[in-house]
């Protein structure tokens, strides 16, 4: 739903303007998810919004729920008829997190990831993609689950910084205290390494916390795994986190796949963790390593011995790194596995 939308609406059908609070309340505050539930409202005013506007800019065409139900992976079909994927992970009891999609495909063409494969279709407005937000807490709502959804991760399908200006301001939208309510600390963006927004992200939302997806740090290899980062190579990505940390004084998040056989060696992690240092003293970042959830018979995951020894590595060096659990593999919800086309 855009407020503005509505704002207009209400305006030029000379409704009263306090049914605009009403409005937010009734979709940000109580989730309501058609307008005949928003009971707050005149009934003639409810019926002409059902008729003229939708609480939701797509419709949800299918939801899969993981087999520990930790994971709901949805297809929402657009107004076009394309189709965006978007997952809700329970992290811990009580504790929702979301990964939102940001483009219809991506441009970037990463072989290993399901998203990379289809080509770029097209951007999502700000809109669509706070609504994956409002879709999910009108979910948790009317499943009756516990908890609530704390933390919006920006890492479903395409790639955060090829549609900035949207991605900013759905971040505002998260922000509004009228609206969502969710601070920017509770918001993760991950980037395949756009060097020339990283600094602007810095300088707009200096609080929200900051992913590249690095895999290699071999111009070479990187350029293979990551197409599009033979434009911004790694001496670049460099400046630019040091520039970010200058800027924020904030923890980066490094994101690695794990792909077996291409750059899981101890030899390679060891290199990792010599390039971080030589951008910023190690306690500046979190490396996530992810081992490879599979999409084509080219890439698969090590093994968890590899993975553990690739980790201890990195440990070694003093940089903190986790391995990612990756929820919702068996509905394809785990990272890298979205894909436009519907399940
Ligand atoms: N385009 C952005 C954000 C979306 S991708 C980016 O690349 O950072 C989110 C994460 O999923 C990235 O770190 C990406 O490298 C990872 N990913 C993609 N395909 C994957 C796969 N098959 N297995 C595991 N992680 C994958
Ligand atoms: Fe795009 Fe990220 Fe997938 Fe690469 S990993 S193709 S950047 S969505």
């Given at each position: 739903?855009?407020?503005?939308?509505?704002e207009?609406?209400?305006?030029?059908?000379?409704y009263p303007?306090?049914?605009?609070?009403?409005?937010?309340?009734?979709?940000?505050?109580?989730?309501?998810?058609?307008?005949?539930?928003?009971?707050?409202?005149?009934?003639?005013?409810?019926?002409?919004?059902?008729?003229k506007?939708p609480?939701?800019s797509?419709?949800?065409?299918?939801?899969?729920?993981?087999?520990?139900?930790?994971?709901?992976?949805?297809?929402?079909?657009l107004?076009?008829d394309?189709?965006v994927?978007?997952?809700?992970?329970?992290?811990?009891?009580?504790?929702?997190?979301?990964?939102?999609?940001?483009?219809?495909?991506?441009?970037?063409?990463?072989?290993f990831?399901?998203?990379?494969?289809?080509?770029?279709?097209?951007n999502?407005?700000?809109?669509?993609?706070?609504?994956q937000?409002?879709?999910?807490?009108?979910?948790?709502n009317?499943?009756?689950?516990?908890?609530?959804?704390?933390?919006?991760?920006?890492?479903?399908?395409?790639?955060?910084?090829?549609n900035y200006?949207?991605?900013?301001?759905?971040?505002?939208?998260?922000?509004?205290?009228?609206?969502?309510?969710?601070?920017?600390?509770h918001?993760?963006?991950?980037?395949?390494?756009y060097?020339?927004?990283?600094t602007?992200?810095?300088?707009?939302?200096?609080q929200?916390?900051?992913a590249i997806?690095?895999?290699?740090?071999?111009?070479?290899?990187?350029?293979?795994?990551?197409?599009?980062?033979?434009?911004?190579?790694?001496?670049?990505?460099s400046?630019?986190?040091?520039?970010?940390?200058?800027?924020?004084?904030?923890?980066i998040?490094?994101?690695?796949?794990?792909?077996?056989?291409?750059?899981?060696?101890?030899?390679?992690a060891?290199?990792?963790?010599?390039?971080?240092?030589?951008?910023?003293?190690?306690?500046?970042?979190?490396?996530?390593?992810?081992?490879?959830?599979?999409?084509?018979?080219?890439?698969?995951?090590?093994?968890?011995?590899?993975?553990?020894?690739?980790?201890?590595?990195?440990?070694?060096?003093?940089?903190?790194?986790?391995?990612?659990k990756?929820?919702?593999?068996?509905?394809?919800g785990?990272?890298g596995?979205?894909a436009?086309?519907?399940?």
């Amino acid at each position: 739903m855009d407020i503005k939308k509505i704002e207009k609406f209400i305006k030029s059908r000379k409704y009263p303007l306090y049914h605009i609070n009403q409005i937010q309340r009734a979709v940000y505050k109580n989730y309501v998810d058609e307008w005949s539930k928003a009971t707050s409202l005149p009934l003639q005013l409810r019926e002409e919004l059902s008729l003229k506007i939708p609480i939701l800019s797509f419709s949800p065409s299918k939801i899969l729920i993981s087999g520990k139900s930790d994971a709901v992976k949805a297809a929402l079909k657009l107004r076009d008829d394309l189709s965006v994927e978007t997952v809700l992970l329970k992290l811990k009891p009580g504790h929702f997190s979301t990964c939102v999609s940001v483009q219809v495909g991506c441009a970037v063409g990463c072989p290993f990831c399901a998203t990379g494969k289809t080509g770029l279709k097209r951007n999502l407005t700000a809109e669509e993609i706070s609504d994956q937000i409002l879709f999910w807490k009108q979910h948790i709502n009317r499943e009756g689950l516990e908890g609530d959804l704390k933390n919006i991760i920006f890492m479903g399908m395409g790639e955060p910084f090829f549609n900035y200006e949207a991605v900013k301001k759905t971040i505002k939208i998260l922000n509004n205290r009228d609206l969502f309510n969710i601070g920017q600390r509770h918001i993760s963006v991950s980037t395949f390494g756009y060097v020339p927004k990283i600094t602007q992200f810095a300088k707009d939302f200096p609080q929200a916390n900051l992913a590249i997806s690095l895999h290699s740090v071999s111009d070479e290899i990187r350029q293979k795994l990551v197409p599009l980062s033979g434009k911004f190579k790694l001496e670049k990505l460099s400046t630019a986190i040091k520039n970010y940390l200058q800027i924020t004084n904030r923890k980066i998040f490094i994101e690695y796949v794990l792909l077996s056989g291409i750059n899981d060696s101890a030899k390679k992690a060891k290199k990792l963790a010599l390039w971080l240092r030589n951008a910023a003293p190690a306690k500046y970042f979190a490396v996530n390593l992810i081992p490879c959830n599979s999409v084509s018979k080219s890439f698969s995951a090590p093994s968890p011995e590899k993975v553990k020894l690739f980790q201890n590595t990195l440990l070694d060096y003093n940089i903190n790194a986790t391995i990612r659990k990756s929820l919702g593999r068996d509905i394809k919800g785990a990272c890298g596995q979205l894909a436009y086309k519907p399940f």
